[in-house]
C-alpha cells in the first residue's frame, strides 16, 4: 500500500481477498486480490456493476460467504487485530450484530413474517445481552423511534407486512444498530426504494453514523448515492479493485478508463448531457476472464501489453489514489474516444 | 392543424378487489390527459405505485381501460373496431423492463423478430432473413446472433432485440416502459443512445416512462410527473427540471443525488415525510397534501386541476405561486 491515509489504525484491514465459488459452469473468480482499510467513522463506497464481485466481498467481512460453493482461497480480513478468515462458526456469533451488522437491498426477505418486529428487534438483546424478554420490546420500540418510526410503542407489536418498505429498511438500520457495531455494511440499502424514501433512508444512515462514530461500507451501484455521502470511493471491475480514492478527487478526476467510462454513461440532473458515452461491450462472464486487464475487451486504450500483462493498483495523482490500469497518465483529452 | 400523434384524455384505470378478503378498489390512473406530438418524446415520472406503467398498458390496449379516450392520429384506440385496431398495432409498439419475460425463451432471435412481420405482413417471406439482419445490425447486434436464442444473451443484448421486435413494423410510437431500469450503468448508456438514434433517423415518438429523472431529462422533449394517479404538473423538459412548480415535483428533483460530490455538499434537500399513501384510498381533495409543507384547508376539501399558475406550464396545485418561490 502507498502513504498512510490516516495516523490512526485502521479497524478493518483486507489484504490480497480472493473468493472463488465452484459451479457447474467452472469456477466463479467472485473477488480477487482485493485489499482495503477502513477507519473509524469514514464511509467507503464499494462501487460496481453486477458481478462485479462488490457484495460477495461484503459478505466476506460477515462470515456470510455459503461454503461450499464458495471457498476463501487466500488472503485476510482483519478486525482490530484479530483475523476473520477461517473464523469458526461460535466465534462469529461474538462478531456478527457486535462489532459489525450488515443491512441488505430487499429488507422484507430479512425479516419473519410471522413475529411482531419489536419481537423480531428485542431478538439481538435476548440473545447478545441477558435481558428479560419487556425489557427488550422496551428498548426495541426505543431504537424504532430513533430510527424515525412513527408511534414506536405501538408499532412495535405490529407485523412487517404492515410496513412499507422505506419502513421496513428503518426496521433493519434499528435491528443492525442494537448492538451499537463499530462496523456497519449497508449492500445497495436504497436501490429497492423510491427515490424521496431513498434520500430519508440515506440522511439517517449519515445522523447515526454522526452520532454514533461508525464506521459505513456502502456496497452500491450509484454514482449519485456514493457521491452524496461517501468519504472514499473503491471501484471494482470483475472481482478485482480497479481504482480508489478519496470520493473529491475520483469523482474531479477519474483515473481509470472504467470509471470514466462510468462518468460518461450517466446522465446529469442539473444540467444538459449532449450525448451519452457509453462503455461499448458488456462486462466479461466471471467464469472466463480475459486474459490480461480485465477491462481491455472494453477500453479504447487497450494495447498488446493490456491484452496479456494484468495491471495492479498503483499510486495516481497525489498519494490518497490508487489506479490499476498501464494508461493511467493517458492525458484526458485522450479518453472516452470509441 | 393535424391533431396529435396521440392525445389521452381523461383516462381512467381502476382494478376491482382481489381475493376474498375484499378491499377496496384500486384507483391506479385516475383521469390523465396527455399528448404526443409525431417525433416527440413526452417522458413519464413517477414512484411506484403512481401508475405510471398503468397508463403504457392501458395505451397498448393490454388492459381494459375504465374511462378516458386515448385518440391515435385522431381516432379512439378504446372504441375503434378490431379491423382498424389491428393495423394501428402495427403503428404502436412497447418496450419493457424486462426484455427476458417480454421474449419467447423457445424462439430464436431470427423468429421473434420475423413474427411481426408474419402477422402483419409488410417483408414478404423471401426478404425476411436480409431484413432481419438489417434489424439486427440497427440495434447493435450482428446477423451471427440471429439462430440463437434469448438466454444466451446478456440483459442489454436482449433489450436490443426487444428494441429490434418493437421496429420491425416502423411503428410511429413506441411506448418505453421502465428500459433501461434494470440495465448497468454503462449499458443503459448504450440503450439510451440507441434509442436516440433510431428517433433521429425514423421521426419516430416514444412515450418514455421512467423512474430515474436524470435519464428522463436526458431523452425527453416534454414531461409529465405523475403521483398517486394523476398528473401534477408538466411541460417542456426545460420547464420542469429549471422551474418545476408543483411542491411534489420539487422534492422529487431535490431526492435524486447529482454523481459530484462539490454540488452535492452545495445542495439542499426537501426530504419528503411519511409514505405515499395507497390508491386504494386517496386523500380528498390534493392527492399529495399529506405529505405537502405548503398544505391548507382547501387543499382538503378541493381538487387542483392542472393550470398555469404564470409559470408557462401547467402545475395542479393551489398553492402553486408561493412555491414557485420557494
Redesign the interface.
Known amino acids: 500500500m502507498s502513504a498512510p491515509l490516516r495516523e490512526d489504525n485502521p479497524l478493518l484491514t483486507v489484504r490480497d481477498l480472493t473468493v472463488r465459488f465452484d459451479t457447474e459452469d467452472g469456477i466463479v473468480n467472485a473477488v480477487s486480490d482485493l485489499s482495503y482499510d477502513l477507519f473509524a467513522g469514514e464511509t467507503l463506497a464499494i462501487m460496481g456493476?453486477?458481478g462485479s464481485g462488490k457484495s460477495v466481498s461484503a459478505q466476506a467481512l460477515m462470515g456470510l460467504v455459503p461454503m461450499p460453493p464458495g471457498r476463501i482461497e487466500k488472503g485476510s480480513i482483519s478486525f482490530v487485530g484479530q483475523e476473520l478468515v477461517g473464523l469458526e462458526e461460535n466465534d462469529w456469533t461474538n462478531l456478527r450484530g457486535e462489532e459489525i451488522a450488515m443491512i441488505f437491498q430487499d429488507p422484507l426477505t430479512s425479516l419473519n413474517p410471522v413475529f411482531p418486529v419489536g419481537w423480531q428487534i428485542g431478538e439481538t438483546f435476548r440473545l447478545h445481552r441477558t435481558i428479560g424478554r419487556r425489557e427488550a420490546m422496551r428498548k426495541a420500540a426505543e431504537l424504532m423511534d430513533r430510527v424515525g418510526i412513527p408511534n414506536a410503542g405501538k408499532r412495535a407489536r405490529q407485523f412487517p407486512h404492515q410496513f412499507?418498505g422505506?419502513?421496513r429498511q428503518r426496521l433493519m438500520i434499528a435491528m443492525a444498530l442494537a448492538l451499537e457495531p463499530k462496523i456497519l455494511i449497508a449492500d445497495e440499502p436504497t436501490t429497492a426504494l423510491?427515490?424521496?424514501?431513498?434520500?430519508?433512508i440515506?440522511?439517517l444512515l449519515a445522523d447515526l453514523q454522526r452520532d454514533t462514530g461508525m464506521a459505513l461500507i456502502l456496497i452500491t451501484?450509484?454514482?449519485?448515492?456514493?457521491?452524496?455521502v461517501?468519504d472514499r470511493v473503491l471501484v471494482m471491475y470483475a472481482g478485482r479493485a480497479v481504482e480508489t480514492g478519496r470520493?473529491?478527487d475520483f469523482?474531479?478526476r477519474p483515473g481509470h478508463p472504467y470509471a470514466q467510462?462510468?462518468?460518461?454513461?450517466?446522465?446529469?440532473?442539473?444540467s444538459?448531457?449532449d450525448?451519452?458515452?457509453?462503455?461499448?461491450g458488456?462486462?466479461p462472464s466471471v467464469v472466463q476472464l480475459p486474459t490480461g486487464c480485465s477491462f481491455h475487451p472494453r477500453c479504447a486504450l487497450a494495447d498488446d501489453h493490456c491484452r496479456t500483462s494484468r495491471p495492479d493498483l498503483t499510486v495516481y495523482g497525489d498519494g490518497s489514489r490508487q489506479v490499476a490500469c498501464f494508461k493511467a497518465e493517458t492525458p484526458a483529452a485522450l479518453r472516452n474516444q470509441p | 392543424m393535424t391533431p396529435p400523434l396521440l392525445d389521452v384524455q381523461g383516462l381512467v384505470k381502476h382494478y376491482p378487489p382481489e381475493g376474498f378478503l375484499g378491499g377496496g378498489t384500486v384507483q391506479a390512473v385516475s383521469g390523465i390527459d396527455l399528448t404526443i406530438e409525431a417525433g416527440q418524446t413526452h417522458g413519464l415520472v413517477g414512484?411506484?405505485g403512481c401508475g405510471k406503467s398503468t397508463v403504457a398498458r392501458t395505451v397498448m390496449r393490454l388492459e381494459k381501460p375504465t374511462g378516458g379516450r386515448a385518440l391515435f392520429e385522431g381516432d379512439d384506440l378504446f372504441t375503434m373496431n378490431r379491423r382498424r385496431m389491428r393495423s394501428v398495432r402495427r403503428d404502436m409498439q412497447i418496450i419493457f423492463q424486462d426484455p427476458f419475460a417480454s421474449l419467447n425463451p423457445r424462439m430464436t432471435v431470427r423468429s421473434i423478430i420475423e413474427e411481426p412481420w408474419k402477422i402483419h405482413g409488410g417483408v414478404g417471406a423471401s426478404e425476411r432473413s436480409d431484413a432481419g439482419d438489417e434489424l439486427l445490425r440497427k440495434v447493435g447486434l450482428s446477423p451471427e446472433h440471429a439462430n440463437r436464442y434469448p438466454h444466451q444473451f446478456?440483459g442489454?443484448?436482449r433489450q436490443r432485440i426487444g428494441i429490434a421486435r418493437a421496429l420491425a413494423l416502423n411503428p410511429k410510437l413506441i411506448v418505453c416502459d421502465e428500459p433501461v431500469s434494470a440495465l448497468?450503468?454503462?449499458?443503459?448508456?448504450?440503450i439510451?443512445?440507441l434509442l436516440?438514434e433510431i428517433q433521429e433517423e425514423r421521426g419516430l415518438s416514444y412515450l418514455f416512462i421512467a423512474?430515474d429523472?436524470?435519464?428522463v431529462?436526458?431523452i425527453s422533449d416534454v414531461v409529465s410527473v405523475m403521483y398517486l394517479g394523476k398528473i401534477v404538473e408538466t411541460g417542456t423538459r426545460d420547464e420542469i427540471?429549471g422551474s418545476p412548480a408543483h411542491p411534489y415535483t420539487k422534492?422529487?428533483?431535490?431526492?435524486?443525488?447529482?454523481?459530484?460530490?462539490?454540488?452535492?455538499a452545495s445542495r439542499s434537500?426537501t426530504?419528503?415525510e411519511g409514505?405515499?399513501p395507497s390508491p386504494v384510498d386517496p386523500p380528498s381533495g390534493c392527492r399529495f397534501r399529506t405529505r405537502c409543507a405548503h398544505a391548507t384547508e382547501v387543499c382538503a376539501t378541493e381538487e387542483p386541476v392542472l393550470s398555469d399558475p404564470g409559470v408557462g406550464h401547467m402545475v395542479a396545485c393551489h398553492h402553486a405561486e408561493v412555491a414557485v418561490s420557494l
Open positions: 456493476e453486477s412499507s422505506g419502513m423510491d427515490v424521496t424514501v431513498q434520500a430519508q440515506m440522511d451501484h450509484d454514482l449519485g448515492v456514493v457521491a452524496s461517501a470520493a473529491g469523482y474531479a467510462g462510468l462518468m460518461g454513461s450517466v446522465p446529469r440532473l442539473l444538459d448531457t450525448r451519452l458515452l457509453p462503455i461499448p458488456h462486462p | 414512484e411506484s446478456s442489454g443484448q448497468d450503468v454503462s449499458i443503459q448508456a448504450q439510451v443512445n436516440q423512474h429523472l436524470a435519464v431529462r436526458h427540471y422534492a422529487l428533483l431535490s431526492a435524486v443525488p447529482e454523481p459530484d460530490p462539490i454540488i452535492e434537500r426530504v419528503l409514505d405515499v
